[in-house]
């Protein structure tokens, strides 16, 4: 079973590594053309044609005669593997900072848990490409950016101190979006005297109106990470030696990821 597997595997890489077959895939999943006209529009010639129509139909990926072909869904399974596969190779250069990580013998302790963490939520396939922030200042305009876009729903687990952050978590309640926020006890405190230093009484009574409705809580938390519109994941990754020391901001999309924090935050749950 496993060689004729590994047969198969050989067998369909092979036929999809031909010109043209990818696009004439891709062309038949979302055209109503037949499938002569979408050969001649993408510059296959005639005997190419048969030859890809014969190998797609051998392989299982379509079905159909006459000119009428459409995608199986091993088909469709094939050629999503393939599109996923080209959106992590468009972020190539985030992908090998991740491997320059993970290869870092200073760091084992930390490649063995984002490694086990990612595969134990959702396994990588199961990941749309990640965008990565190599410092702390880019990954919270981009957590400040996606909480003021968020059009139904923020989570946030906020452990450092940032001002801004805690007024746009005020605006998202403000404007009808549902939050769900839990922010580290110190940090709290040092955002509630820089409120107080500042004058900003309105901020304080935002603040308490999230806290009677239960939507603001306290708590212990060892790093920040938000979901946003139960799609968009971020987290930050500190080093094990030192717990403070940021390492990496990562976002990314995965519904079962996503699932996973959802709950984190409708519970306020954080060891």
Partial sequence: MEELLRYKLRTIHRLLSKPKVIEFLQELSRSSESASVIASRLGIKRR????????LKKEGLILGEDGKYRLTFTGY??????????????????IIRLDELIKNSENV???????????????????QPVRIFPDRTSFKKYLLESIRS?????????????????????????????????????????????????GEMSLVEEISILRSAGSLKTGRVPRTFALIDFEDVLFEIRSPREEKEFIMGIYMKSPTVAEKVGRIFDGHLLA
């Fill in 150 to 198: 968020a059009k139904a729903y923020v989570g946030v687990a906020l452990s450092f101190d940032d001002l801004d952050l805690l007024h746009q978590i005020v605006d998202s309640s403000k404007n009808g979006v549902v939050v769900r926020a839990v922010v580290d006890e110190s940090v709290m405190g040092a955002l509630e005297k820089d409120v107080n230093r500042l």
């Fill in 109 to 127: 302790k930390l490649n063995a848990f984002l490694l086990r963490s990612l595969e134990s939520m959702v396994g990588l396939s199961n990941i």
């Fill in 77 to 94: 399974f094939v050629l999503n593997a393939v599109e996923r596969t080209k959106e992590w190779m468009s972020n190539l250069d985030e």
């Fill in 48 to 55: 190419t044609y048969y030859y890809i129509l014969r190998e």
